[in-house]
């Protein structure tokens, strides 16, 4: 499965922003999905993730009920809605798939794979 994540650009503090990742693939249905972030220099860190089915899903704790993910597995596609932005929210943001036997709730990078491309999100203060 080849992910696309899309929908980053510049924003001010406070605005939001719809990240999408597409998938090349209706198979794409079958898997959790997670989207990460990270900054030059820095580990790739978590933000959230949500079940195949879209109906659970769980979130790093500085999201703080800010953001929101959410799937389409019609249109093979995952969202996460970014509300309150603050500048430290600036990062290049990626979407990738649950590996196989890995478990649900983990916030590890290496247990995630098929990366796409990124998406850059700069928030000005």
């Known amino acids: 499965v080849q992910l696309q994540a899309s929908g980053g650009g510049l924003v001010q503090a406070g605005d939001s922003l719809r990240l999408t990742c597409a998938a090349s693939e209706h198979t794409f249905s079958r898997y959790i999905v997670g989207w990460f972030r990270q900054t030059p220099g820095k580990e790739r860190d978590f933000v959230a993730a949500c079940k195949a089915s879209g109906g659970g899903t769980y979130y790093a704790n500085f999201v703080k009920g800010r953001f929101s993910i959410s799937r389409d597995n019609a249109k093979n596609t995952v969202y996460l809605q970014m509300n309150s932005l603050l500048p430290e929210d600036t990062a290049v943001y990626y979407c990738?798939?649950?590996?196989?036997?890995?478990?649900?709730?983990?916030?590890?990078?290496?247990?995630?794979?098929?990366w796409g491309q990124g998406t850059l999100v700069t928030v000005s203060s």
């Open positions: 990738g798939i649950l590996l196989p036997l890995m478990n649900w709730g983990t916030q590890r990078p290496a247990d995630f794979g098929s």
